[in-house]
């Protein structure tokens, strides 16, 4: 990395406080790097991740590491099949003193939200979310409320279990950003954990390694100072615009999509230290924010078909510019 300055911050500090979390969270999350990374991405990106992974492989704790590490308020929610919109959201309660209504604000006013298995709420809770992704608002009595910023929402779900769920709505999941899996860890890796929480578990030990201000900064100067050539932009829409018209898909990824690809490729490019993006960063990142966009046609899904299948036939079959900031 060099010293090389970009829109009036050096190379070398302009990662520093992201490399801080990233390099923090990993005490805890041992092996998970990439994942890591991409959580990190998404929430300079201003987006929100869905982990769809098995218990047990550190979903919960990636997301109190990340709260810890910025200082900021985490809540998590259980979803229930009998849990309220009014749960998530807040409700006016009645004070008898001042013979007034006062709002009683949900979890859903913190930083980090962490909605544990989102899949077990009903449709009717999960549009609850819906407003709060989108506009990081929430509407509550005719009146309408600011979230904090950040506000940033990881959810998760397990893929293997299907009693006792809903599946995610179309306009549900169009508003993450990112699905992402852990996955399992190697034996190496999993004996360092063990051997981790010996005494005490290891986020016990991590604090804050930077603040709001040092976050919001790098979020409001990497949408300029990252540059996406014109060709590198118009392959993001043709892969995502490739995805409706592929023969076994009912639904393709929307516009949206082209722009979270945009932005997340904008946040990869910051937090590597680069000053623009890549057609190769573009086809490594696709899958994350395009195959959880996708609607199959049945026929597909009972040839055997999957989303993440389809992503990478539209990433061969779409022609790949060549990038003239790296020649």
């Given amino acids: 990395m060099t010293g090389t300055k970009l829109a009036g911050l050096p190379m070398t500090s302009r990662t520093n406080s992201s490399e801080r979390i990233i390099g923090n969270i990993g005490r805890v999350i041992i092996g998970k790097d990439e994942q890591i990374r991409r959580v990190v991405s998404a929430l300079l990106a201003g987006g929100h991740v869905l982990l769809e992974d098995v218990p047990g492989t550190g979903k919960t704790m990636l997301a109190r590491c990340l709260a810890r590490s910025l200082d900021i308020s985490f809540n998590r929610v259980q979803f229930t099949p009998d849990l309220l919109p009014s749960d998530l959201t807040g409700v006016s309660v009645y004070n008898q003193k001042t013979s007034e209504f006062e709002f009683r604000e949900g979890p859903l006013f ?12 009903t449709p009717r809770t999960q549009s609850a979310l819906l407003e709060a992704m989108e506009e990081r608002t ?70 804050p390694v930077a ?49 979270a690809l945009y932005r997340f490729c904008q946040a990869r490019a910051w937090i590597e230290g680069e000053n623009f993006v890549t057609p190769d960063m573009v086809k490594k990142l696709a899958p994350a924010v395009l195959s959880h966009r996708l609607t199959l046609k049945p026929q ?28």
């Fill in 110 to 121: 913190a930083g980090v939200v962490l909605a544990d298995e989102l899949n077990r709420a």
């Fill in 211 to 259: 603040t709001l201000d040092e976050l919001r900064a790098e979020q409001a100067e990497l949408l300029g100072a990252i540059s996406v050539e014109s060709n590198v932009a118009d392959y993001i829409v043709r892969v995502v615009a490739a995805t409706r018209v592929h023969r076994d898909v009912v639904l393709g990824a929307s516009p949206r999509a082209s722009l």
């Fill in 300 to 327: 597909a899904r009972l040839g055997g078909a999957t989303t993440t299948d389809v992503v990478a036939q539209v990433l061969n079959a779409t022609d790949v510019p060549v990038s003239r900031l790296q020649t």
């Fill in 138 to 207: 929430v509407s509550v009595d005719g009146r309408t409320r600011d979230l904090p910023a950040p506000f940033f929402v990881i959810a998760t779900q397990n893929p293997v279990e299907q009693q006792g769920v809903y599946d995610l709505p179309e306009a549900q999941l169009d508003r993450f950003l990112v699905r992402l899996e852990l996955g399992y860890t190697s034996a190496a890796e999993e004996r360092r954990m063990v051997e981790a929480q010996r005494g005490h578990h290891p986020i016990r030990d991590i604090g």
